[in-house]
């Protein structure tokens, strides 16, 4: 990266971590942020599917490399006044080889006092880009134990545990591989009770295949997140499945998406829905050339909007408080 000439270069860093304690039991009714678990009341303000950090694009590692300096100069004034606009948690969905680095989120966690949720899982979109080799080889039971041992035991030696399940798919139809990486996230949700949250967009195939998955192993489909769901063009096609208890992310907030938001968000509150839809950005405080992708607007420019458009205050805090709460609780939910 150009201009970074002397700044502190980290990668793999794992002569500094101090051992991670196993985890006598996963805390079911609690969620897991990247300092330790906190009771869902505690959760607050949240946004639901966002990047603190990622490498998009640059090649897949499970330690990426970031220039520290940088990454703290640009991220943590941005948390801060996050924390300062009424955040309280983010969930960052940068996944395993896509970018994600516990150690960091930690750090930035600690010094802005936001809560950061971390996942376990991996990443099928970007042409299965960052999907690791062993995936290959290995049967969705065998990827689901790596998955479940980084919940249980904590990633790595970095002293953090995940809070959720990262999966992503992009295929139509869904490829093996999908359907495999998809399975594991089940085998996992059933052994540990971690919600999943999966990458799927406008694929309403695979949102269905995804749930039929899930339920052919013995998970409900309240333990499942549709991401992206704002790219569905009619809301109607995302209520069978808000119907059947899965969540529905709208995240893709900004100010060009936000009347078609609040459409999709009118229709879920007229069917009776508003409790399973989600709210995000999608943003990225650190993206691989170092620029950044605001999240903010939710609460600088669409809250406005969103009480102008009928909703009342205690619509939003449904949305931003209560459902995420909600969806992130580690509860085994099962069929």
């Given at each position: 990266m150009a201009g970074l000439a002397g700044a502190a270069l980290l990668g793999p860093t794992g002569k500094s971590f101090s051992k991670t304690t196993p985890l006598a039991n996963v805390p079911t009714g609690k969620i897991?942020?990247?300092?330790?678990?906190?009771?869902?009341?505690?959760?607050?303000?949240?946004?639901?599917?966002?990047?603190?950090?990622?490498?998009?694009?640059?090649?897949?590692?499970?330690?990426?490399?970031?220039?520290?300096?940088?990454l703290m100069e640009s991220?943590?004034?941005?948390?801060?006044?996050?924390?300062?606009?009424?955040?309280?948690?983010?969930?960052?969905?940068?996944?395993?080889?896509?970018?994600?680095?516990?150690?960091?989120?930690n750090k930035i966690s600690?010094?802005?006092?936001?809560?950061?949720?971390?996942?376990?899982?991996?990443?099928?979109?970007?042409?299965?880009?960052?999907?690791?080799?062993?995936?290959?080889?290995e049967t969705a039971e065998e990827i689901a134990k790596r998955w479940i041992s980084e919940i249980r035991n904590g990633i790595?030696?970095?002293?953090?545990?995940?809070?959720?399940?990262?999966?992503?798919?992009?295929?139509?139809?869904?490829?093996?591989?999908?359907?495999?990486?998809?399975?594991a996230a089940a085998l996992a949700h059933k052994e540990t009770g971690l919600v999943i949250q999966t990458h799927t967009g406008d694929n309403i195939h695979a949102a269905n295949e995804s749930i039929n998955i899930l339920t052919q192993n013995g998970v409900a489909a309240e333990a499942w997140i549709w991401v992206h769901a704002h790219n569905v063009t009619e809301p109607a096609n995302l209520y069978p499945l808000a119907k059947m208890g899965s969540f529905i992310s709208f995240d893709g907030l900004n100010e060009k998406n936000a009347?078609?938001?609040?459409?999709?968000?009118?229709?879920?509150?007229?069917?009776?829905?508003?409790?399973?839809?989600?709210?995000s950005h999608d943003g990225n405080s650190f993206r691989s050339d170092g620029s950044r992708?605001?999240?903010?607007?939710?609460?600088?420019?669409?809250?406005?909007?969103?009480?102008?458009?009928g909703f009342t205050e205690d619509d939003f805090e449904q949305l931003t408080v209560k459902n995420p709460a909600a969806a992130l609780t580690i509860k085994k939910r099962l069929t």
């Open positions: 897991m942020t990247v300092t330790g678990a906190v009771s869902p009341s505690d959760l607050g303000m949240t946004l639901p599917h966002e990047h603190v950090f990622s490498r998009f694009g640059k090649d897949a590692a499970r330690y990426p490399s970031y220039f520290e300096e940088n991220v943590v004034p941005y948390l801060k006044k996050l924390k300062d606009l009424g955040v309280d948690t983010i969930v960052d969905a940068t996944a395993a080889f896509f970018g994600r680095h516990p150690e960091f989120l600690n010094e802005t006092g936001v809560q950061i949720i971390t996942n376990t899982g991996y990443y099928g979109a970007a042409k299965g880009k960052y999907i690791p080799k062993h995936v290959d080889d790595d030696e970095t002293g953090v545990y995940p809070g959720f399940i990262k999966t992503a798919l992009e295929h139509k139809p869904m490829l093996d591989v999908d359907k495999k990486l998809i399975k009347e078609h938001i609040l459409n999709g968000l009118k229709q879920f509150k007229a069917e009776g829905l508003l409790h399973k839809a989600l709210l992708k605001d999240y903010h607007f939710l609460l600088t420019g669409f809250k406005p909007q969103f009480l102008a458009f």
